[in-house]
């Protein structure tokens, strides 16, 4: 919890459980079929959701001052050198807090033998008339597949970018529970290139022990440890219209090995 360019009280670590009851209590509220519609890989005590409940409980005056809840540290270290101006968190980062709606494309394309995406002209059942296809365990029907031109994926229609639902807080679940407000979640900073999230502030030069030289540099909102460790183990590259993740298996690199991701890096 943040505000004015500081946090306002320790962070409560990814791996802290104290939320067991508030856990139970979303489980009650929402349901199963609720938890599965509306909040992506929500983990009980250890989800996001939980421990914001918990500090609804325990600490309200705190998080009734606050100006916005960070969700990484590298994301906590971009809003203090821009002197709080950027609240920001990557879709991966997102994707690890219980927090994001769940996509409704389970597949970003379908790959064959040699690895690459299948059009829909050249899907079973595509290009018309009646059958399905198998995509991320669901049948979809002819009329449920879209062709992104951009990168030959198939899918299910909806706010897509190349091919990839883009991710989205599930702000009515937060708002669900009295005393959240969702409006403390921060702007989820989208893309493989996204734009700076803002300046370096010459304010907070002194305190953190920086030159003066770097006041107005630009500050890029990166991605967090998991992240980070995959992109420098596998590599990024872009294909034509948008953001592929190579995967490597175990095998050597090369163009003929990729999957496509299934949110934006």
């Not at 992506?40 to 918990?54: T, V």
């Not at 609240?87 to 389970?106: E, N, R, V, Y």
């Not at 022990?209 to 500050?219: D, E, I, M, S, Y």
Request: hydrophobic content about 40%; glycine content about 18%.
């Amino acid at each position: 919890l943040v505000k004015g360019g500081r946090s306002i009280r320790p962070a409560l670590l990814y791996s802290d459980v104290r939320a067991t009851q508030e856990a139970d209590d979303v489980r009650r509220a929402l349901g199963p079929a609720g938890i599965a519609a509306q909040l992506a890989n929500f983990k009980g005590a250890a989800a996001c959701l939980s421990k914001w409940l918990w500090l609804q409980r325990h600490e309200p005056e705190v998080l009734a001052a606050a100006d916005h809840m960070l969700l990484g540290a590298h994301s906590y270290l971009a809003y203090v050198l821009t002197g709080g101006e950027a609240a920001g968190c990557d879709p991966t980062t997102a994707s690890t807090t219980g927090l994001l709606i769940p996509p409704t494309m389970q597949c970003a394309a379908l790959m064959v033998d040699d690895g690459a995406p299948l059009p829909v002209d050249k899907a079973p059942g595509g290009g018309g008339g009646g059958g399905g296809i198998s995509v991320g365990g669901d049948l979809l029907s002819a009329t449920q597949l879209i062709y992104d031109s951009s990168e030959g994926m198939v899918g299910r229609g909806g706010a897509y970018e190349g091919g990839v639902e883009l991710p989205r807080w599930s702000v009515a679940a937060v708002s669900s529970f009295e005393g959240l407000d969702a409006g403390l979640l921060p702007r989820l900073v989208e893309g493989s290139a996204p734009a700076p999230v803002g300046l370096v502030a010459r304010g907070v030069l002194a305190s953190l022990g920086l030159p003066g030289c770097l006041a107005g540099v630009p500050v890029f909102h990166g991605v967090g440890d998991l992240a980070s460790t995959t992109l420098g183990a596998v590599g990024l590259g872009l294909g034509p219209g948008g953001k592929v993740g190579d995967v490597g298996g175990g095998l050597p690199l090369d163009s003929s090995r990729q999957l496509s991701v299934s949110q934006p890096i």
